[in-house]
Every structure is written in structure tokens, then in C-alpha cells.
């Protein structure tokens, strides 16, 4: 790859909530940018794909191996599940020098197997972890760089307004520092979601706020942070669940018992379960007490 050649066309593997909104943004740019999800592949939502990406500006392929063809830049964008998945089929697609970004969250031994495979083909591979979620700021939201050429990447991506930083010329590193911090943030996600789940059935929930906005008063316990915090297990549980299946895998990797990872699995993808059992879907504006009572009414 060169850096002193402007970034100008982009694959996107995965077109769900990152992916959409950072095809949407380079095409904003001027970059060309072709996309391949998986669900193009199911003719219920063909249609909702192909409607967004038309909205987007982003041409859809119905291969991933159409989707990376002569582009310069390849952005992986899919659930932790599938991550090795795409990049050992994306290996041998790719030409030599083309750059696979690998976006998703998942354990640095993950990272490494895709790194080789991608490698073994000729590609080139950048760990990436995205440290925030990516709606609110775009392409302003945080992103490590790991491996050898991510100094190059992050000047193709800084012109454009990304938020890159090069963190390490080694694959994982950037991979372990999201998964560290999933361990405490996905974690108070579903530590929330216990509490006051449970608060809510003994009628205590008003009095555990009020303790702890006193114990914590900068965290928005008196106002939103309750909302926030449920909602993105009730809309993202299930893939945060899988995400933190990685995150146990990071933890285990080095010797570590992975005991809160594995309760958070249990929690985050708990209660999107229990909302498919109750024919629940996710719905804005979120309130968490009227998702509690719905779901425990019968306790």
C-alpha cells in the first residue's frame, strides 16, 4: 500500500450499523464504496439492505468476492461470530497490497489467525478496535490501529476525518485494549440491567438510583444513564453476547479466569431471549421500567 496515494475506494464486508454509516460517510467524501452483507442473501431483507444502501450512495455486490475486487481498501464489519469466517474467505480474493481493516471485536488469538490468513494470501492486514459506539460521532469515533502497517492506514484514514490512533506494529494489541474495556463496560451494562431489574420487583428502584447518583454523582444515575445503559443490551445484546464470548476467550488466552466475561454472556444475550419469548422487539424511545414490567409481570 502507499499513503501518498489518496484513499479512493473502499469494500465494506458487513452493512449493518457501522458499516452504514461509515459507507455512507466516504461516499460523502468522494470515495467509491461497494458493500456485501450476508443478508442479502435472505429475500426478506434484501429489500431494507439494498433500500439503504441506494439512500447511501454505497453500490451492494452479491458476493464478498465482487464486493473486494481492484479496491483499495477492504473494511470488515461483521458480528464477533463471523469475523475469522470472512477473512479466511476474503484471503485469497484479495490481491497483493490491497488492506483488510479488521474492525471487529474480537480476541487478539482471533485477530492473529485472520491476520495470517489474510497475509497468506497476499493482502495486508490492520488490527482495529472501535472504542465507542458509532453512531454519535461517525467517523469521529475512536479507533486503535495494531500491526505493521497501520501508520500507513491511519494516514489514508486521518484526511478523511477518521479518529485513528497507531497503538502498536503487533496484531492483538489494539483487540486487547477494546476487550479489556468491554469486560468493565459491557459489564456495567448488564450489572444495571440485574439491579434494577430486580429493584423494580421489590418497588426499590427510586431509593438504589438515589444511592447510587450519591455514591457516583458524575455518572447520570438521576437522569438518563439507567435508560442508556439497559437499552443497548435490549437493542445490541445478542451481538454484545458474542462479543463477550471473545472477550472470555481474551481473558482465558493469558491465564486469567474468565468468570465476570462469562455472567455478562449470560445477562446481555438473557434479556434479549427473554424479549423474543414475550415477541418484544427493541423499540425508541426506550424505557427500561416499562420493558421490567412487561417482562416480569407474571413473577
Given at each position: 500500500m502507499s499513503s501518498s496515494?489518496?484513499?479512493?475506494?473502499?469494500?465494506?464486508?458487513?452493512?449493518?450499523?457501522?458499516?452504514?454509516i461509515i459507507g455512507q460517510d466516504l461516499v460523502a467524501l468522494g470515495v467509491a464504496v461497494r458493500a456485501y452483507d450476508r443478508l442479502l442473501d435472505d429475500p426478506a431483507r434484501r429489500g431494507a439492505l439494498q433500500a439503504k444502501a441506494e439512500a447511501a450512495g454505497v453500490t451492494l455486490c452479491d458476493s464478498?468476492?465482487?464486493?473486494?475486487?481492484?479496491?483499495?481498501?477492504?473494511?470488515?464489519?461483521?458480528?464477533?461470530?463471523?469475523?475469522?469466517?470472512?477473512?479466511?474467505?476474503?484471503?485469497?480474493?484479495?490481491?497483493?497490497?490491497?488492506?483488510?481493516?479488521?474492525?471487529?471485536?474480537?480476541?487478539?488469538?482471533?485477530?492473529?489467525?485472520?491476520?495470517?490468513?489474510i497475509e497468506a494470501g497476499g493482502g495486508v492486514y490492520v488490527d482495529a478496535a472501535v472504542m465507542a459506539p458509532v453512531p454519535p460521532q461517525r467517523l469521529q469515533t475512536p479507533i486503535l490501529l495494531g500491526g505493521q502497517q497501520a501508520e500507513a492506514l491511519a494516514q489514508w484514514l486521518a484526511p478523511l476525518g477518521f479518529n485513528v490512533?497507531?497503538?502498536?506494529?503487533?496484531?492483538?494489541?489494539?483487540?486487547?485494549?477494546?476487550?479489556?474495556?468491554?469486560?468493565?463496560?459491557?459489564?456495567?451494562?448488564?450489572?444495571?440491567?440485574?439491579?434494577?431489574?430486580?429493584?423494580?420487583?421489590?418497588?426499590?428502584?427510586?431509593?438504589?438510583?438515589?444511592?447510587?447518583?450519591?455514591?457516583?454523582?458524575?455518572?447520570?444515575?438521576?437522569?438518563?444513564?439507567?435508560?442508556?445503559?439497559?437499552?443497548?443490551?435490549?437493542?445490541?445484546?445478542?451481538r454484545r453476547a458474542e462479543e463477550m464470548e471473545e472477550v472470555a476467550k481474551t481473558v482465558a488466552d493469558v491465564g486469567v479466569a474468565p468468570h465476570m466475561s462469562q455472567a455478562i454472556v449470560h445477562t446481555q444475550r438473557g434479556l434479549v431471549e427473554r424479549m423474543a419469548e414475550f415477541g418484544l422487539p427493541y423499540s425508541d424511545p426506550f424505557d427500561w421500567p416499562t420493558l421490567v414490567d412487561t417482562l416480569y409481570a407474571d413473577q
Open positions: 496515494t489518496p484513499l479512493h475506494s473502499v469494500a465494506l464486508i458487513g452493512f449493518g450499523e457501522a458499516g452504514g464478498a468476492t465482487a464486493a473486494v475486487d481492484g479496491v483499495q481498501l477492504v473494511i470488515s464489519a461483521v458480528t464477533a461470530g463471523s469475523a475469522l469466517a470472512v477473512a479466511e474467505g476474503i484471503a485469497h480474493p484479495l490481491q497483493p497490497g490491497q488492506v483488510f481493516m479488521d474492525i471487529n471485536s474480537v480476541a487478539p488469538a482471533t485477530k492473529q489467525a485472520a491476520s495470517a490468513a490512533q497507531v497503538v502498536a506494529d503487533r496484531i492483538g494489541v489494539a483487540s486487547a485494549i477494546k476487550m479489556c474495556r468491554s469486560v468493565m463496560i459491557k459489564g456495567l451494562e448488564a450489572l444495571t440491567t440485574e439491579c434494577l431489574a430486580t429493584a423494580r420487583q421489590y418497588g426499590a428502584e427510586e431509593r438504589v438510583l438515589a444511592s447510587l447518583h450519591k455514591s457516583f454523582p458524575g455518572m447520570g444515575w438521576d437522569a438518563r444513564q439507567p435508560h442508556y445503559l439497559i437499552s443497548r443490551v435490549a437493542e445490541h445484546g445478542r
